[in-house]
């Protein structure tokens, strides 16, 4: 009974100085993180120990910035993962895409004209083909699908920049004429867009070079077929008239 009692005795003296030693740890400023490895106890107990435990306004400030750092540093190192998993997946994808025909690139431009191109309507059945767009990848597809498949000629070709005024229109006309080859001179006067961009996005100007519009002169029944090609596909995928 006797070495029981000494056994507790010591135990809560020892519980003691190492409440006394976490105190005053966390009087310098130390966070929990900082004292555990100091004081090797539960995190459930330190806190109990630190709970009316106040801080100077310099340690305040001081774990503040240490733990702001430590999310950017976890922020950064989760950033870093989503970044390689996408890597890892799109160089999958990547892959599994062969060789691609001239039908293959016949059926992807009517479905990108389906999806971005200006459609007839039965208030205007006149409209000949255009397309706009910001993404310069799907520019050139569209550009390659006139020329290589329709057999459109660069003279029947007509390009316009949509650019909001905040924009730079000399530096996005040198950047699409880059991208398609076409020479500054070749296009048509740039239309501003008048509308303010109301958002809370933060926006990086340097990498915007507003929309690109690509059209096809006289092209009226050019995209009267377009829209039977379209039609033909809806029917085909949905085993109409077969």
Not at 23 to 46: D, F, H, W
Request: positive net charge.
């Amino acid at each position: 009974m006797y070495n029981i009692d000494r056994y507790i005795c010591g135990s809560m003296i020892k519980k003691t100085k190492e409440r006394q030693r976490a105190i005053a740890l966390r009087k310098k400023g130390l966070s929990y993180n900082e004292i555990l490895k100091r004081v090797p106890v539960a995190k459930s107990t330190l806190s109990l120990w630190l709970r009316d435990v106040g801080l100077a306004k310099r340690h305040v400030q001081r774990l503040t910035r240490k733990r702001k750092t430590s999310q950017a540093k976890a922020a950064k190192a989760c950033r870093a993962k989503r970044i390689k998993i996408t890597e890892e997946i799109q160089s999958l994808a990547k892959k599994e895409i062969s060789k691609i025909n001239k039908k293959e690139l016949w059926l992807i431009g009517i479905a990108l004209y389906w999806a971005e191109g200006c459609k007839q309507k039965e208030t205007n059945t006149s409209e000949r083909v255009r397309l706009g767009n910001s993404d310069p990848n799907l520019i050139l597809i569209f550009l390659k699908w006139l020329k290589e498949v329709c057999l459109i000629s660069d003279e029947e070709i007509n390009v316009r920049l949509y650019i909001h005024r905040t924009g730079d229109e000399k530096r996005a006309l040198r950047y699409w004429s880059r991208i398609t080859g076409i020479p500054i001179r070749k296009f048509q006067k740039t239309v501003f867009k008048r509308h303010n961009i109301r958002t809370n996005r933060k926006v990086d100007n340097s990498k915007y070079f507003g929309l690109l519009d690509v059209g096809v002169k006289r092209s009226t029944n050019f995209n009267r077929k377009i829209t039977g090609w379209i039609e033909g596909i809806v029917n085909r995928v949905n085993n109409i008239g077969e």
